[in-house]
């Protein structure tokens, strides 16, 4: 099945910085790829996501890379603001039904 | 976006009984709902997959007589926990998929379960 690993565990930036976070995922046929912010002790939030006939997709300031070739993607999001600090986790879909395995996610704290 | 709501948000049991956690989605029809687990610090981790009429299917590691789900309409199912240990104290989070389109799956609003 599906395994996807998520990097970094931990990330800490200041506030204006960027902030990169990398998934990798296992199943060549997986074809959507979403992006979940999760606050603590609520639901996770889709912030964007990405099908595997895009390579890149951008919202503000926030953007996701594909390669498929290599299997990963990334979530870039730039001139970091306090409310960004959360968890992050990605995820990946094979086929359509439905079924999303996540990533292990990341902490990301903007400092002040 | 599409609405789905989780009952109950917390629920404190003690051990040996068994909880009963609903998933509705209000404002679609759901050919699919998921049911998370997710502990303190850690990852959302797939239980199973509900789809409407038909058996739940289980993810590996997960027991199914220990978590019955029922998916008895197309906005409603329902996961319980029988006989709830501490070690299954979690954050069970339900989400519905309306099927292929925007690929969105819709998250309730999840349940904090304590077993004492």
């Known amino acids: 099945g599906e395994n996807v690993e998520q990097h970094p565990s931990t990330l800490s930036v200041q506030e204006g910085d960027s902030a990169v976070i990398k998934c990798t995922y296992s199943?060549?046929?997986?074809?959507?790829f979403p992006w979940y912010k999760q606050e603590l002790g609520k639901r996770p939030q889709l912030i964007i996501d990405?099908?595997?006939?895009?390579g890149e997709k951008k919202d503000q300031r926030i953007a996701v890379t594909l390669n498929k070739t290599a299997k990963h993607f990334s979530l870039h999001i730039t001139e970091t603001q306090p409310e960004d600090s959360a968890v992050y986790f990605c995820?990946?879909?094979?086929?359509?039904?439905?079924?999303?395995?996540f990533g292990q996610g990341t902490t990301l704290q903007v400092k002040p | 976006g599409a609405v789905v709501s989780q009952h109950p948000s917390r629920v404190i049991c003690k051990s040996g009984t068994s909880v009963k956690i609903e998933c509705r989605s209000l404002?679609?029809?759901?050919?699919?709902m998921f049911w998370y687990r997710q502990f303190p610090k850690q990852s959302l981790m797939l239980m199973a997959t509900s789809n409407e009429g038909s058996k739940a299917t289980y993810e590996q590691g997960v027991e199914k007589d220990k978590f019955l789900i029922n998916h008895a309409s197309l906005t409603l199912s329902t996961l319980t926990v029988t006989s709830a240990h501490p070690e299954d104290s979690s954050f069970y989070i339900c989400?519905?998929?309306?099927?292929?389109?925007?690929?969105?799956?819709?998250f309730g609003e999840g349940s904090r379960l304590t077993v004492l």
């Open positions: 199943d060549s046929a997986s074809n959507y």
């Open positions: 404002d679609f029809q759901a050919t699919t």
């Open positions: 990405i099908r595997s006939n895009v």
């Open positions: 989400s519905a998929y309306r099927g292929a389109g925007t690929g969105e799956l819709f």
């Open positions: 995820a990946a879909r094979a086929g359509e039904t439905g079924k999303l395995i």
